[in-house]
């Protein structure tokens, strides 16, 4: 059983930025995969990037140029840098880990993040 705890969300001005932490319990470089995704009030969750084993990385077009994948293995952990953010930015936003490559896939509880105009 993998565990995921997200933090950094928050409440930022429209051009601000923020950055997600997700803390896996097990050794993500190990990991097929991680991602994130994020879910808004009456709509389905999306995904926002992933970042494979390999480093390559695949982002939403609706974030590209603003949004950072990374990971710090050591740390077992994973960050996302959401710069120059929109309101439309606004969802709880969740860590997803595919562990094998198969499900099942592994969940963060989410963090909100709310993006004023």
């Known amino acids: 059983q993998v565990q995921l705890v997200e933090s950094g969300g928050g409440l930022v001005q429209a051009g601000g930025s923020l950055r997600l932490s997700c803390a896996a319990s097990g050794s993500i470089f190990r990991f097929n995969a991680m991602g994130w995704y994020r879910q808004a009030p009456g709509s389905q969750r999306e995904l926002v990037a992933t970042i494979r084993s390999g480093g390559s990385t695949i982002y939403a077009d609706s974030v590209k140029g603003r949004f950072t994948i990374s990971r710090d293995n050591a740390k077992n952990t994973m960050y996302l840098q959401m710069n120059s953010l929109k309101p439309e930015d606004t969802a709880v936003y969740y860590c997803?880990?595919?562990?094998?490559?198969?499900?099942?896939?592994?969940w963060g509880q989410g963090t909100q993040v709310t993006v004023s105009s």
């Open positions: 997803n880990a595919d562990v094998f490559g198969t499900l099942p896939w592994y």
